[in-house]
């Protein structure tokens, strides 16, 4: 049974509505009411359990009383619940809407991931070196190391975020974080690399141009698009699932991180060639996720708007 624990603080003036607003709804359980019993902010204690498949209705008439502005909600996932009268209201009230995403936490999340500390570019700049010895080596483990490294599917959602909602500080943050990492993650490769070649540590093999794994990632095609389209509907189905793992992390990097890497690589070799296709593999991917992770989010919310509309015509009077 997937539920949301909420604590809310509301002002006196305000409790009457939001007693109202939860109580009329049959999928808010265990609610509960302790008068002035709050202080910063001071208010009334308002405690209940929401199933997630009416918590954007719940949340949105909260906020729409004001009580985000004037008092606060928390949110508590539940991982465990053991309620016969939750499973009821589930089964009679919302049906297929039961796994409906909470889009409040779904955003949440992804507003949380969308701020670039300079941790952010310091793992930009180890996955790049990581990616790059990789290259070098031909070791396909090393390269799915760099994509587990790498952070920048979190500044790809909040860009497409920022896209989906008309907002541009976030979109311009995280194209700028986009870039800073990148070009932080290249700029470290290309150093490690001209080291490398300085100090003649590469292998024979790569001196001698057997490069199996660099082929594969500085040669864009029809099917690095396909792996780019296909990662950015992973992704965003994941958070919205609340699924995301270092697993959909390296499915979702595989195509960025190894890119930067090449053209680092690539550039301190002198192979020009490589470099400009790498390039290009970046910029289509990350154009690619941003693009389709944006309207994934849409089609998401519209697909489930339907689910819950088709859903109230059958359960209304």
């Known amino acids: ?13 305000l409790t009457g509505s939001v007693m109202a607003l939860l109580s009329a709804q049959p999928c ?7 008068p002035d019993s709050v202080r910063n902010p001071d208010g009334d204690a308002i405690v209940c359990d929401v199933l997630t498949g009416v918590a954007n209705e719940v949340l949105r008439g909260l906020r729409d009383l004001g009580l985000e502005r004037r008092g606060s909600i928390v949110l508590d996932p539940i991982d465990t619940a053991f309620s016969d009268h939750a499973a009821r209201a589930g089964a009679e009230v919302l049906g297929s809407r039961l796994r409906v995403p909470v889009w409040e936490q779904v955003e949440a999340r992804i507003r949380a991931e969308g701020r670039y500390p300079p941790s952010f570019y310091l793992f930009m700049a180890i996955a790049g070196v ?44 995280g194209l ?42 500085n040669t864009p095609n029809f099917f690095s698009a396909v792996v780019a389209v296909l990662a950015a509907v992973v992704g965003i189905v994941s958070l919205t699932e609340a699924r995301t793992s270092a697993l959909l992390g390296v499915f979702i990097s595989v195509t960025t991180i190894p890119a930067a890497a090449d053209i680092g690589v690539s550039c301190a070799f002198a192979s020009w ?8 593999q970046l910029l289509l991917n990350i154009a690619v996720l941003i693009l389709v992770g944006t309207g994934t989010l849409k089609v998401q919310r519209a697909m489930w708007r339907r689910v819950s509309a088709h859903r109230t015509r059958r359960t209304g009077p």
């Open 1 to 13: 049974m997937d539920m949301l624990h909420v604590r809310a603080v509301s002002p006196p003036d």
């Open 28 to 34: 808010v359980l265990n609610l509960s009411l302790r």
């Open 130 to 173: 990581i990616g790059a010895v990789g290259i070098i080596t031909n070791s396909q483990i090393l390269i799915v190391a760099a994509m587990v490294v790498g952070p920048e599917y979190a500044a790809v959602t909040s860009v497409a975020l920022g896209i989906d909602h008309r907002s541009r500080p976030p979109v311009r943050e």
């Open 176 to 217: 700028a974080a986009l870039c800073g990492g990148f070009l932080l993650a290249v700029a470290a490769t290309f150093l490690f690399a001209l080291f490398v070649r300085g100090f003649a540590l590469q292998p024979r093999a790569f001196e001698l141009g057997l490069r199996p794994v660099s082929n594969l990632i």
């Open 273 to 280: 060639d490589e470099a400009l296709g790498s390039l290009f």
